[in-house]
C-alpha cells in the first residue's frame, strides 16, 4: 500500500484493511494541566482489568484528582475485555483507540470478523448480545485516535501505534483530523519504528514526548522520545512468565514508571 502522504511507508500493512470509521466528533483529545493531581499512562491492557485495578492501588491512584490514560487495546485475549465500557464510564479514565477497538467496529465486516475472532482473541464478543454489541461498537467507534495531554514537561501525545517518522506530530494531528486514511491506519497498526524500519527519528513539532503500545516488548523501549509501554500484559496466558502490566506517571513527574506481573493472583 502506498501513500500519498510523505513519511508514511504502509507497507506492512495488508491491503484489505477497511478504512476507519472516523466520527464527526474529536479525532484527536486534547486536556488541560491537570492542577490537582497526577496524571498516569497505561500500556495494553486487552482485558487485564483486574491487575489494572491492583496496580493503581499500588500507586495509590485517587480518583478524584489523578488521571489515567491509554494507548487502546481495551480488549480481546484477556478474560475481563467486556468490563472495557465500565472502564470508560470512569470520569478519569480516557483511552485512545487500538486496533482491537478497531476490530470490534469493524465486525460486520465478514473477513475482519474471521480474522479477529479465530486468531486475535475476539471469542468474548461471541458471548455478548446484539444490544451490548451495538453499545461497544458505537463507544469504540467515539474514541479518539490520539490524545494530548498538557503536562508540567510540556505535551505529551498518546497513540497506539507509531507516529510517521519524517511527519511532525502537528502535521500527522492534521492529517487526522482530515480522516486521512492512511495516517489513520499508521495510528492503529504501524510497527515501522519499534522494528527498525526507517531512522530512529525524535518526534517534533507540537509534542514533547509520545506514548504507544501496540508491539509487545519485554520491557518499556525508548527511541529518540517515543516510549513504547505494552509490556505483555496478556500474554501470561500464552505461558509468558514474566508478562507485567506497566503504568507510567506522566505529570507532575516526567517519567516515573510502575508495573505489575500479571503471572501473579490478585
Known sequence: MQSTNPGMKLSELPSRLPAPELRSGRVVARYARNESGRDFVVGDIHGMFAHLRS?????????????LFSVGDLVDRGPES???????GHAWFHACRGNHEQFAIDSDDPAQYDLWINYNGGAWWLDLDAGSRARFREVFANLPLAIEVETASGVVGIIHADVPPRLTWSRFMELLR???RDAALYALWSRNRIQDDGPPLPVHG???RVYCGHTPTRTTIRIGNVHYID???VYVHDGYTDARLTAVQIHPERHVEYAIRTADPV
Open 55 to 67: 496496580l493503581l492501588d499500588e500507586i495509590e491512584f485517587d480518583p478524584a484528582v489523578d488521571r
Open 206 to 208: 507540537g509534542v514533547e
Open 231 to 233: 509490556t505483555g500484559a
Open 82 to 88: 467486556a468490563a472495557a465500557l465500565e472502564w470508560l
Open 178 to 180: 482530515a480522516r486521512d
